[in-house]
């Protein structure tokens, strides 16, 4: 019986986020959490099964069904998974499969789990049924899935990132693969779900509502968004950690924070001695991501003051692969 193995990866905006909506360039990373699909022969049916929603790093298990704060949620996300996974399916009239998909990416949380869950499927379907998509393809089909699914919702930036990898830069036209160097970060997870079109939603009002106010905003997200990239490029850890921090202010400036995010900055900078911590992705709950500082025990230290002020701290390295078969 034949079976194919596929996996894609999560992402994180490292700028620009809401201020890319009117057009600015924002720039986000894959990063090496993953999901996995895998697709198997079952005649006469069609099965999904998404097994659980385990998230597993660095050697330690977070069973996300036996976490009391998500129990609630995590079938809710699973049954979310599930519709991506069909609608991949129907788009390519795929049936007498089994398709079990397995993540270590927390959903709802803006590291792209939905967009990694329609990749990785449409990447193992691509092989086992030999559709003969090439990588523009499978980009440009799932990001149209995904927006199926979110009732024509999503940005390019998570499909791309889930398909190519690497580092892209998206503004108004085609987003762009960059060539930067692998980053290491400490996500910071504050457990509460995000719903990044609410977010979308609002930042846009307050845009119409006070154009003046909110334009220059946005441009100055961009120039950080410009500026980062040639900080990036020389390792310029420090200044690239001052520019998170502006970053993190100017969303909160246009409504996005939450006093989860913000307590988890601020205590990644202070006790965690982080170069710099922002929010990453639609905000509102979700994720900060933090740049630790270079010594020895500079990751611990930032992912012990996350941990101690309510959230759950991982090590992320940036810049990963893309989709690919296991
Ligand atoms: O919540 P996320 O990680 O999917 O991020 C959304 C990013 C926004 O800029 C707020 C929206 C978008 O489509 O770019």
């Excluded at 927006?147 to 036209?173: H, N, R, W």
């Excluded at 961009?222 to 490029?233: D, T, V």
Aim: with cysteine; charged share 20%.
């Amino acid at each position: 019986m034949s079976l194919t193995i596929a996996s894609a990866p999560g992402k994180v905006i490292l700028f620009g986020e809401h201020a890319v909506v009117s057009g600015v360039p924002a720039l986000g990373a894959a990063i090496d959490l993953r999901v996995r699909a895998r697709i198997e022969d079952a005649p006469g049916k069609l099965e999904i099964s998404i097994p659980d929603m385990r998230l597993v790093i660095e050697g330690f298990s977070l069973d996300l069904i036996t976490e009391k704060v998500l129990t609630e949620d995590i079938s809710k996300k699973a049954i979310l998974a599930a519709r991506y996974v069909y609608a991949v399916l129907k788009r390519f009239d795929a049936s007498n499969l089994r398709v079990v998909v397995e993540s270590e990416i927390p959903p709802s949380s803006g590291l792209g789990s939905s967009a990694s869950v329609v990749v990785a499927t449409l990447a193992a379907l691509n092989h086992h049924q030999e559709l003969g998509l090439s990588l523009e393809d499978l980009a440009w089909e799932s990001h149209q899935v995904e927006k199926e699914v979110q009732s024509g919702l999503g940005s390019p930036m998570d499909t791309a990132l889930a398909t190519f990898g690497g580092y892209q830069l998206i503004q108004a036209g085609p987003q762009q693969s960059l060539d930067l160097p692998e980053l290491d970060l400490v996500v910071g997870w504050t457990g509460v779900p995000h719903d990044t079109k609410f977010e979308v939603e609002k930042v846009q009002n307050f845009r119409t509502k006070y154009p003046h106010i909110v334009g220059p905003i946005f441009e100055s997200i961009g120039e950080i968004s410009r500026e980062a990239l040639n900080l990036m490029k020389d390792g310029q850890l420090e200044e690239l950690g001052q520019l998170m921090n502006a970053n993190h202010g100017l969303l909160e400036a246009i409504g996005v924070g939450t006093k989860e995010l913000s307590d988890l900055a601020y205590a990644a900078r202070g006790a965690g001695e982080a170069l710099g911590a922002k929010l990453t992705g639609a905000g509102g709950g979700g994720c900060i991501i933090a740049i630790p500082p270079t010594d020895p025990q500079g990751l611990v230290k930032t992912m012990t003051a996350i941990s101690q002020a309510g959230g759950k701290p991982f090590h992320v390295a940036t810049g990963c692969e893309g989709a690919r078969l296991e």
